[in-house]
Each structure stands twice: as C-alpha cells, then as structure tokens.
Nanobody, 125 residues
Framework: QVQLVESGGGLVQAGGSLRLSCAAS????????MGWFRQAPGKEREFVAA????????DYADSVKGRFTISRDNAKKTVYLQMNSLKPEDTAVYYC??????????????????WGQGTQVTVSS
C-alpha cells in the first residue's frame, strides 16, 4: 500500500505564495509520476502539474504555467508545488496523486493509482 500526505495549504492574499508538499510512504518502489490536481467548489477536479520521478520532466496546466513550479526530492519521496502570484481562482482543494503503473498521460486522473486526502488553498482578493 501507498500513503500520500499533503501539507502546506492555507489562506493567502492574492499575489501571495504557498508551497504544498506531498510525502509518499509505503510501497513506492515502482513510482513513475506524481501529479497535483485541484477541485474548486462546484467544479470538477482538474489537472494542475505533474513530474516524472525519472528524469524529472514536468507538465503544467495552461492556467498555472509561469506561476507554479513542481519539483521532487527523490530521497524524501516528496513532491512540492510552489505556487506564486496566486489568484482567487486558484482557490480549491489540492490533491496529490501517484502513478505506479507508468501511465502515458500525466494530465489524466485515471492514470493515477493513489491519492492524498487533499489540502485546502484559499486565495482572498
């Protein structure tokens, strides 16, 4: 089994920054990618960013490019999401997810096998 624990959410003013962390534990030996998704009230969950454990290549949603940065610490089995220039529309519950099967498309939710419990990010105007 794999456990994912997110942290770092909170309340911030527009233009501010937050850094989310997602720590993986358990059977993570076959981990290919980790992604961040978010779900705002009344909306479907959407892709935010993803990173591949091997090589570190990244993908971003257009709405966060240039503002968010995803990174990883392989030794700590932790992925980070640095969020800068936050906007009220970034308000959502943010979830990290782990792909252990080597899915092709990191932007697709069904490619991920394990999910964290989510952390709330609220950006005030």
């Amino acid at each position: 089994q794999v456990q994912l624990v997110e942290s770092g959410g909170g309340l911030v003013q527009a233009g501010g920054s937050l850094r989310l962390s997602c720590a993986a534990s358990g059977r993570t030996t076959t981990s290919y990618s980790m992604g961040w998704f978010r779900q705002a009230p009344g909306k479907e969950r959407e892709f935010v960013a993803a990173i591949r454990w091997s090589g570190g290549s990244t993908d971003y949603a257009d709405s966060v490019k240039g503002r968010f940065t995803i990174s990883r610490d392989n030794a700590k089995k932790t992925v980070y999401l640095q969020m800068n220039s936050l906007k009220p529309e970034d308000t959502a519950v943010y979830y990290c997810a782990l792909d252990t099967a080597g899915g092709r498309d990191t932007t697709v939710q069904t490619e991920y096998d394990y999910w964290g419990q989510g952390t709330q990010v609220t950006v005030s105007s």
